[in-house]
């Protein structure tokens, strides 16, 4: 995921969440959309705010992306 222990020390409830439903797919997504998300936003939001989230900042890097 491209993070380091330092973020694990920040957001130990990290290892609350199921990595197979919640923490793979959401990093999947995140990548497969090339959005980088911090964990808590990735991890604690809804599925509902999960995807709006990541819709928002695949949109703000299309925009950044033409704007280049």
């Known amino acids: ?12 409830q990290y290892f609350a ?4 439903k919640r ?3 959401r990093h999947r997504a ?11 936003d990735m991890l604690k939001a809804t599925d509902e ?8 900042e695949q949109k703000l890097q299309e925009r950044a992306a033409t704007t280049d």
């Open 17 to 20: 969440f199921s990595l197979e």
């Open 23 to 25: 923490i793979a797919p």
């Open 30 to 40: 995140a990548a497969e959309a090339g959005v980088a998300l911090p964990l808590p």
């Open 49 to 56: 705010e999960f995807w709006e989230m990541l819709d928002k």
């Open 1 to 12: 995921m491209g993070g380091g222990v330092e973020d694990i020390m920040a957001f130990p």
